[in-house]
C-alpha cells in the first residue's frame, strides 16, 4: 500500500507509470487503499470516507467522464494529504476551480493535476502548441481531463506568454500570470470590458466557447494599448463561469511594457545617484 504524504511523482515513479493512456485513476486510487465508487450523488460532486487505511470514494456517476475522472484525483489528493480529518464532501465549485487559495481544497486539485496531468508527460506534449482553445482541447483529450485543468497546465508549462482567468458570476475569482515574460502591471479587469469575447460569452450570445483576436485595451487600461492584439479564447465552466486564456502571440506589447520599465528603473537610479 503507498503510504500517506507520498507525493503524485512518487506515486507515478512507483507504479511505473510513465504515458497518458496509463494514468488509470481506479488503478491508482486502489493502490493508495482507496476504491472509487461512481453513484448518483446530490449536494456534492464527491465525497470521501476513510476508515484506517482504507478509504472509499464515490464520485457522482451524473457528471461527464472528465468530471468524475478529475473528482477521483481531488479526493484522492485529501486522503493522501489531509488523512485522518474528517470525511470530506465536495462541492462543484470546489473540485477544480479553486486554485488560488491557500486551503485543503486548493492542495487537492493541485494533488489531482499532477496525478492526472503529470508535468513530465504534460510539457513535452504542449512544446511549441499555440496557446489556444484549440490546444487545450488537444491535450485536454489526451489526458481525459477537463478544460479548466488542462488550460493551468498548459498557461504553466506552455512554450509561450499567456495568462488565464476565471470569472464565476461576472466577476473576477483567480487568474494565473505564471510567465515572468508577462510584466505584472498587466492586471486583468474585475469585470470584462463589454467589448470582449468574455462578456459575449458571459450574456450566453455564443453557446460553449469562443476565441479570435481582439484590441489590448480591451483587455488593459495601458498607454497604446489600442495599438496591440492578444488572442483571446474563452470557454464556459459551469452555467455561472467561464475561463479566459489570453495569448499574446505577437509578443511587442510584452516586449515595449519591458522596455519602458527598464527605462523609468534606471531613470530612478540616475535620480538617486545625484543626490
Ligand atoms: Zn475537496
Redesign the pocket.
Known amino acids: 500500500m503507498i503510504e500517506a504524504g507520498t507525493s503524485p511523482e512518487q506515486i507515478l515513479t512507483l507504479l511505473g507509470i510513465t504515458e497518458p493512456e496509463d494514468l488509470d485513476i481506479e488503478a491508482i486510487a486502489y493502490a493508495c487503499g482507496a476504491t472509487i465508487v461512481p453513484q448518483p450523488l446530490t449536494g456534492c460532486q464527491?465525497n470521501?470516507i476513510g476508515f484506517g487505511d482504507r478509504a472509499i470514494i464515490t464520485v457522482n456517476s451524473n457528471s461527464i467522464p472528465t468530471r468524475r475522472r478529475f473528482s477521483a484525483g481531488?479526493?484522492l489528493?485529501?486522503w493522501m494529504k489531509d488523512r485522518g480529518q474528517n470525511a470530506?464532501?465536495?462541492?462543484d465549485s470546489?473540485?477544480d476551480s479553486?486554485w488560488t487559495a491557500n486551503n485543503?481544497?486548493t492542495r487537492?486539485?493541485r494533488f489531482a493535476s499532477d496525478l492526472l496531468l503529470p508535468v513530465a508527460m504534460f510539457a513535452p506534449l504542449a512544446k511549441g502548441r499555440p496557446m489556444t482553445l484549440e490546444t487545450v482541447g488537444d491535450l485536454a483529450a489526451v489526458f481525459r481531463m477537463s478544460q479548466t485543468a488542462t488550460a493551468i497546465r498548459l498557461v504553466n508549462h506552455g512554450s509561450f506568454p499567456a495568462m488565464l482567468i476565471y470569472y464565476a458570476q461576472g466577476q473576477r475569482n483567480w487568474f494565473l500570470r505564471p510567465s515572468s515574460d508577462i510584466p505584472t502591471s498587466l492586471w486583468p479587469p474585475e469585470q470584462p470590458d463589454p467589448h470582449s469575447l468574455a462578456a459575449g460569452l458571459l450574456a450566453n450570445k455564443f453557446t460553449d466557447s469562443k476565441a479570435g483576436d481582439v484590441r489590448a485595451d480591451r483587455w488593459f487600461e495601458r498607454d497604446k494599448a489600442e495599438k496591440y492584439y492578444i488572442r483571446e479564447s474563452c470557454f464556459r465552466t459551469g452555467p455561472d463561469s467561464i475561463l479566459v486564456l489570453l495569448w499574446w502571440e505577437d509578443e511587442q506589447q510584452l516586449i515595449d511594457i519591458a522596455e519602458e520599465e527598464e527605462l523609468r528603473a534606471s531613470q530612478r537610479s540616475d535620480q538617486r545617484e545625484e543626490h
Open positions: 464527491a470521501i481531488h479526493e489528493g485529501h470530506f464532501g465536495c462541492l470546489q473540485i479553486e485543503a481544497e487537492a486539485n
